[in-house]
């Protein structure tokens, strides 16, 4: 089974870095994956990682350990529109599991 | 916008009710899914289609019956429901069924059972 942890709540003022985590204990692991969710909408993909490291995409970066089970999503310049709710998913034998999502609130 | 639309976008039933949530994809995707979203809970996988062949049920109750008639349509037939139904329910698609393609979610369906 799959097992995956994250905060439920984290705030941040704007302009602020915020750092979201995420570790995960599955029983077959292909990659992890970032989403978005405004409240009311749709996720959104935001990042996808396969192999320990840092990927930077512009003001959001996905880092990934696999032997420790860990990543994060690092929010930079936070802006009021990144209030939202953040995805943590695990892919393995085939399936993608979800955590309960962190809601990031981000302050004037 | 995902390409992933689904309708009602809101979805007010009593429990002897009989509805169907509908699920459209324009991305020509193979593969489509059902999740359920209550508050605070993860995404809870409910139906997963590939190429219009069901590959997993997760123990859903039989009062939730899907169909897909072809790869860009996916339907969720709801009867019978209970109050604990009540949740947001998404229908999301990708390439194919594995573990490496990105899943596209439509905004979902806000489902109220009374």
């Known amino acids: 089974g799959q097992n995956i942890d994250q905060p439920t709540e984290m705030t941040a003022t704007e302009g602020a870095i915020v750092q979201i985590n995420c570790t995960y204990q599955?029983?077959?692991?292909?990659?992890l994956f970032w989403y978005q969710q405004h409240a009311g909408e749709a996720p959104t993909f935001l990042s996808y990682?396969?192999?320990?490291g840092l990927e930077e995409k512009g003001r959001f970066s996905s880092f990934l350990s696999r032997s420790k089970g860990y990543s994060y999503l690092l929010l930079k310049e936070l802006q009021m529109k990144d209030s939202a709710s953040y995805l943590c998913?695990?892919?393995?034998?085939?399936?993608?599991?979800f955590g309960a999502g962190t809601t990031v609130t981000v302050r004037a | 916008e995902t390409g992933v639309t689904q309708t009602p976008r809101h979805l007010v039933m009593g429990m002897t009710n009989k509805k169907s949530l509908k699920c459209e994809q324009h991305?020509?995707?193979?593969?489509m899914y059902w999740y359920k979203q209550s508050a605070k809970k993860p995404l809870e996988l409910m139906f997963v289609?590939?190429?219009?062949?069901?590959?997993e049920n997760n123990s859903v109750p039989s009062r939730f019956s899907p169909e897909c008639p072809n790869s860009s349509h996916l339907f969720l037939h709801l009867h019978t429901l209970q109050p604990e139904d009540s949740a947001l329910y998404l229908c999301?698609?990708?390439?194919?069924?594995?573990?490496?393609?990105?899943?596209?979610f439509g905004p979902g369906t806000r489902l109220t059972v009374l």
């Open positions: 999301a698609s990708s390439q194919e069924r594995n573990g490496y393609n990105e899943q596209f």
């Open positions: 991305l020509g995707h193979n593969a």
């Open positions: 990682n396969v192999l320990d």
């Open positions: 998913a695990v892919t393995g034998d085939y399936k993608l599991s």
């Open positions: 599955t029983s077959g692991f292909n990659g």
């Open positions: 289609y590939n190429f219009k062949e069901q590959t």
